[in-house]
T-cell receptor, first 113, second 111 residues
Framework: AQSVTQLDSHVSVSEGTPVLLRCNYSSSYSPSLFWYVQHPNKGLQLLLKYTSAATLVKGINGFEAEFKKSETSFHLTKPSAHMSDAAEYFCVVTMGSARQLTFGSGTQLTVLP | EAGVAQSPRYKIIEKRQSVAFWCNPISGHATLYWYQQILGQGPKLLIQFQNNGVVDDSQLPKDRFSAERLKGVDSTLKIQPAKLEDSAVYLC?????????FGPGTRLTVL
């Protein structure tokens, strides 16, 4: 079975400071991992994905994530937060031919002026 | 490229009533998914279609939920009768192969 645990339900940062959203995964096999962002009243948007290539993955809007197999982690980072980054972020794991996504419970990011 | 379309965007019904949601996936996407997202939780897969066939409906409460994808394009999800705990956002996603593209969702409130 596969699962992801997002370690913080809420994260608050000041604009211009670094962002760290934490995610640990559990998977019997080599997983594919994703981060999605959900702005209010909008659909989920893919930020980045790891599919067993480079362990440091760069995504849109300056976000990146590092796959660490030894720590079973896939934390999302951004060097400098912007007000428009305020949203809900989901860590997602998938495996198998059906490509079904298993979502974490989400982390609400607040960016303070 | 047009995205995944869903309607209605909002729906309020009384418990024990019926409701239906519609999804139009991105043209050419063979795989279509329906998810339920309860407030404060991540989306949970309800059903997955490949063209017009069901791949997985193991988490669909079949006593009250049904879904179809006639002709392998549009899809409808129906709840009959609705319960209070069905209040959630219902998300549709489509995929050409690996990446899933999500629609804006339908927010259902059951009173």
């Amino acid at each position: 079975a596969q699962s992801v645990t997002q370690l913080d339900s809420h994260v608050s940062v000041s604009e211009g400071t670094p962002v760290l959203l934490r995610c640990n995964y559990s998977s019997s096999y080599s997983p594919s991992l994703f981060w999605y962002v959900q702005h209010p009243n909008k659909g989920l948007q893919l930020l980045l994905k790891y599919t067993s290539a480079a362990t440091l993955v760069k995504g849109i809007n300056g976000f990146e994530a590092e796959f660490k197999k030894s720590e079973t982690s896939f934390h999302l980072t951004k060097p400098s937060a912007h007000m428009s980054d305020a949203a809900e972020y989901f860590c997602v794991v998938t495996m198998g031919s059906a490509r079904q996504l298993t979502f974490g419970s989400g982390t609400q990011l607040t960016v303070l002026p | 490229e047009a995205g995944v379309a869903q309607s209605p965007r909002y729906k309020i019904i009384e418990k024990r009533q019926s409701v239906a949601f519609w999804c139009n996936p991105i043209s050419g996407h063979a795989t279509l998914y329906w998810y339920q997202q309860i407030l404060g939780q991540g989306p949970k897969l309800l059903i997955q279609f490949q063209n017009n066939g069901v791949v997985d409906d193991s988490q669909l409460p079949k006593d009250r939920f049904s879904a179809e994808r006639l002709k392998g394009v549009d899809s409808t999800l129906k709840i009959q009768p609705a319960k209070l705990e069905d209040s959630a956002v219902y998300l549709c996603a489509s995929s050409p192969r690996y990446e899933q593209f999500f629609g804006p969702g339908t927010r259902l409130t059951v009173l």
